[in-house]
Nanobody, 121 residues
Framework: QVQLVESGGGLVQPGGSLRLSCAAS????????MGWYRQAPGKQRELVAH???????NYVDSVKGRFTISRDNAKNTVYLQMNSLKPEDTAVYYC???????????????WGQGTQVTVSS
């Protein structure tokens, strides 16, 4: 009933910027939190940034000061502005939402399909 679709990934030079978008759609009753995860080759998936319904944000240390997570509640969309990108940021980025679907009692995690971010010269 709920789908998350990411967009905005691609190839960028070191020091460049990208903005990822993730739109949630379907039978959504409420969204408690949304976030971005990433998985680099040979690495475990890690939380990059997270934003709750009250606007509280958290970031993994490696992206603090460079990445900014934001949301547009009216559009059920979360964004990740990525500046000063480094090769180490290369990964598949996944959108995640803690979402209560219509007709369900509680929230559950939903995942997007992932979008590739490659930082290379």
């Amino acid at each position: 009933q709920v789908q998350l679709v990411e967009s905005g990934g691609g190839l960028v030079q070191p020091g460049g910027s990208l903005r990822l978008s993730c739109a949630a759609s379907g039978s959504i009753f409420s969204i408690a939190a949304m976030g971005w995860y990433r998985q680099a080759p040979g690495k475990q998936r890690e939380l990059v940034a997270h934003i709750t319904s009250d606007g509280s944000t958290n970031y993994v240390d490696s992206v603090k000061g460079r990445f900014t997570i934001s949301r547009d509640n009216a559009k059920n969309t979360v964004y990740l502005q990525m500046n000063s990108l480094k090769p180490e940021d290369t990964a598949v980025y996944y959108c995640n939402g803690l979402i209560k679907a219509s007709g369900y009692v509680s929230h559950a995690f939903y995942w997007g399909q992932g979008t590739q971010v490659t930082v290379s010269s």
